[in-house]
């Protein structure tokens, strides 16, 4: 292989050179293009003049755009002598060609000793001839073991061996080898070569065209039993090339279809058990959640019924429950209130429509995958309004634990009047009961956790509900006049049962309340699901439950439900009860359904205030006293926007309440992002580690350079910050430390993107300091954004001399770097020119 690209062959031996008086300075040599100039041009003695001064003819190094590389390939006369297949030929073409970037890539470190390039040179010419040899033979299959399996390596251990800065520009190269063969799959498939070559990351690239049978020969007969044969062995043959992929994407769409083909018969005890216990906790749970919602008891069953049915054909969670949750069941309830319903009927008609309108949202998200978009929501701003909501449910309920008449209210002072106004009223008999019923879940939920010898928990709320009946049938409360829940239906529901006709005024004001439900909905869901799957190690698909509770809540406004989601104390149920699969689910789901047809008339005499207990204990795990504590410790900010959240909810009501949590998580992320952490860094004595100056007091920093450290993108947001703050260190304005900066070097370690905004800022940054004869150096920049700063012509403007892989390189040879203009480069001329830097190391300047 010829000499590296910044210098001449003929004029390699520098002690030649200089006896014909010929230019040694390496400092001047430039590459240019065959686009822009042709060989004969470059004879002539007439001279070039570029921006740096006049560069002779012997200074030029051409390059070969053909096969892309600055010198051409070291190896014998392959051609004489030998016949090839024209395949082969064309084969033998695409792998020089490739060879070619390969070698272009090897030429920008080949120049570091002169014995390095001579032992590559053999080690090439030996490779060629013995590849050479081979072919003449045609083993194909031993030219590509070699060629791909054996010379790959040794030429990436080579080239990785001395990578400096430049390890960016092999990396492009070996690339661009890779993508012309890929690219010459389509021409070379007669062949019947397969190539495959193997990276370092694990990509691989396999070039063998598919062996396509011959079709199916047409039946000549026009008898229909032939063609139906012949129509038979048609869709035989596509299943077998097709059906795979099919069956993948059942069974990624339709979770169900795997929990089927891949179930276990040690499991079923199990799933059965805990389905059992889990119907037993869900039936008086969505009971009393409908009861939040303001809606009968048997609407909180229906949504417990086909929804959650629904959620296992297509969730891809093993453990997720889905049904009726606290938060938003008021949040329903406070939204079809908003609307003013003139009846009962129409009540449960915007409810119901509600669960069509969160639906068709979950399902626009999944197709959207905009998933993500809850984690932009802040921990403490949803821990205020969790905290909040659930003061809220609790007040809810208070007029059921004092036995005293009311109704549902917005805001939580309204609650708050209404319970001082009907005290006098307060039935005795009711508040013994929620005692009772407290103690009894305390004790349950602290002593008696799960049944003995086994690990499936106590069905508390079943317990409560018994004796609550039991109690209430021979204590005869409904002579007492203490509120029960009375008749509910018996019987499955009927699709569309609970449809009316709805103006457009109130579906649109309803579609508003559409918007915020599924946000509470999806960050419970996602949690549950997301803590079952780590701790049983599995994966989810966030695509995959956006779709279930999109569909869930579909069928659920089918059947009469209301908006659901996953509820995160049965998946947790079930999870620490041992449950492996949906059947789980499947099996509460039949515990529901037969409650539905055969034991609804049993909870005629049940108490609300039994109910309401069950609510307000459920709820209560949500007043989040211990975020408070923490956030006082950690960060007061994020506390200060606890409390926002936290009374605005409980002034203003859930609606406002969800609306203002959202608006300051977003403000947050928008404030952090535009004000990034950024500091100086100086060396740890005795060492080459790079450190804030303001945590390691014995950090010294050297020659006046002060090196930067940004850890964020450089974006729109962010990057006149970073202006600013590097504005401050070399006018002084922040720190007389900084006085006389002789070079600035900005570490990139935790730059992973710029964007166009970033740029113009780099830009303007660079400009000032050349003004200021300030050399600005980039120093560990990742090769994503390399490209991105050759793109957008900053490495143009700074040179590559002022790249560096290692801070601690940057900052030993900034103050030495030479200032150059920025110059505008001319049309029509492309110029690849090569500097030497003050440490010896070639760098392509643009």
Excluded at 528 to 557: H, P, Q, R, V
Aim: proline residues 5%; charged residues 20%; aromatic residues 12%.
């Amino acid at each position: 292989m010829g000499g590296p690209p910044f210098q001449n062959n003929n004029n390699s031996n520098s002690d030649d050179n200089k006896g014909n008086g010929q230019s040694t300075d390496t400092n001047d040599s430039i590459l240019i293009s065959s686009d822009d100039f042709s060989r004969s041009n470059l004879e002539s003695n007439d001279l070039i003049s570029n921006k740096d001064g006049v560069i002779s003819p012997e200074t030029i190094v051409f390059e070969d755009r053909n096969y892309g590389m600055t010198s051409p390939l070291v190896s014998p006369n392959l051609n004489e002598g030998i016949s090839h297949t024209p395949q082969y030929t064309r084969y033998l073409e695409i792998v020089e060609k490739a060879t070619g970037y390969i070698s272009k890539a090897l030429d920008l470190v080949e120049h570091r000793t002169p014995e390095q390039r001579k032992e590559w040179e053999e080690h090439n010419t030996e490779f060629y001839t013995r590849l050479y040899e081979k072919s003449n033979g045609e083993d194909m299959e031993e030219i590509k073991s070699n060629l791909y399996q054996t010379w790959a390596h040794e030429i990436e251990e080579k080239f990785v061996k001395y990578a400096g800065f430049e390890g960016y520009e092999i990396f492009k190269y070996l690339r661009m080898s890779y993508q012309v063969l890929y690219d010459s799959d389509r021409k070379i498939k007669e062949t019947k070569i397969t190539p495959k070559v193997t990276i370092r990351h694990k990509e691989k690239y396999d070039f063998d065209a598919p062996s396509s049978s011959p079709d199916l020969p047409k039946p000549k007969s026009r008898n229909i039993s032939d063609r139906l044969k012949y129509a038979a062995q048609k869709m035989t043959k596509f299943l077998k090339t097709k059906g795979l992929i099919v069956k993948k994407f059942l069974r990624r769409k339709f979770t169900l279809i795997d929990l089927i083909t891949t179930y276990k018969k040690e499991y079923l005890q199990n799933d059965i058990s805990v389905g059992i216990s889990s119907g037993t906790m869900i039936i008086p749970q969505s009971m009393a959640y409908a009861f939040l919602a303001g809606l009968p008891p048997i609407q909180g069953l229906y949504t417990a019924f086909i929804p959650a049915a629904i959620y296992c054909l297509f969730g891809s969670s093993r453990h997720l429950a889905v049904g009726p949750l606290a938060l938003m069941s008021i949040m329903v309830g406070a939204a079809v209130q908003g609307q003013e319903p003139k009846d009962n009927d129409q009540y449960i008609s915007y409810a119901n429509l509600l669960a069509l309108m969160v639906g068709v949202n979950y399902l626009l998200m999944g197709f959207l995958q905009l998933g993500y978009l809850i984690n932009f929501l802040s921990r403490p701003v949803l821990s205020g309004f969790t905290s909040a909501a659930a003061i809220i449910i609790i007040l809810s309920q208070a007029n059921s634990l004092f036995g005293i008449k009311g109704d549902n209210q917005p805001y939580a002072w309204k609650y708050f009047y209404e319970i001082a106004k009907g005290l006098p009223e307060t039935q005795w008999i009711a508040v013994v009961m929620a005692i009772g019923c407290f103690t009894l879940l305390y004790v349950f939920k602290n002593y008696f956790k799960t049944i003995p010898k086994t690990t499936i928990p106590v069905p508390a709320p079943l317990i409560l509900v018994v004796l609550g009946l039991i109690i209430s049938f021979f204590a005869d409360f409904e002579g007492r006049g203490l509120a029960l829940v009375k008749e509910i239906p018996s019987s499955l529901p009927f699709p569309f049962g609970s449809w009316q006709s709805i103006s457009f005024d109130v579906a649109l004001s309803l579609y508003k309340e559409a918007l915020v439900i599924p946000v509470i909905g999806l960050i419970e869901t996602v949690s549950a699901a997301k803590a079952a799957a780590n701790k049983c190690k599995y994966d989810i698909s966030m695509g995959n439950e956006l779709t279930a509770l999109g569909m869930a809540n579909l069928f659920s406004w089918v059947f009469q439900g209301y908006p659901c989601a996953g509820a995160f104390g049965r998946t947790s149920l079930h999870m620490s009860s041992g449950a492996k699969t949906q059947l789980t689910t499947i099996v509460s789901v039949v515990v529901v359904g037969l409650t539905l047809l055969f034991l609804t008339p049993v909870f005629y005499y049940l108490p609300k205030v039994v109910l309401a207990a069950i609510v307000i204990f459920a709820v209560s795990q949500l007043i989040d006293l211990e975020e408070v504590q923490n956030l006082w410790r950690i960060n007061k900010i994020d506390m200060l926007l606890l409390l926002v959240a936290f009374w605005t909810t409980i002034v203003l009501g859930v609606q406002p309440g969800i609306a203002v949590s959202v608006i300051l998580s977003l403000v947050l992320v928008i404030y952090q992002s535009s004000r990034p952490n950024c500091y100086i860094v100086g060396r740890i004595p005795g060492t080459t580690t790079y450190n804030d100056i303001d945590l390691y007091p014995e950090a010294i920093t050297e020659n006046n350079v002060v090196v930067f450290r940004f850890d964020a993108p450089i974006i729109f947001c962010n990057s006149y910050y970073l202006r600013k703050q590097l504005k401050k260190i070399y006018k002084n304005e922040d720190d007389t430390k900084n006085a006389n900066v002789s070079a600035i070097v900005l570490d990139c370690s935790s730059v992973t993107n710029i964007d166009s905004t970033g740029v113009k800022y780099l830009k303007e940054l660079i400009r000032e300091l050349v003004d200021l004869k300030i050399p600005m150096c980039f120093a560990d920049v990742r090769p994503n954004v390399v490209e991105l700063l050759k793109l957008s012509g900053v490495y143009r403007d700074l040179g590559g001399d002022h790249f560096f892989v290692k801070v601690h390189e940057a900052v030993v040879i900034a103050p030495k770097l030479t200032i150059r203009p920025i110059v505008e480069p001319k049309a029509g001329l492309k110029l690849n020119c090569f500097k030497k830097r003050p440490d010896g190391v070639y760098t392509e300047l643009y």
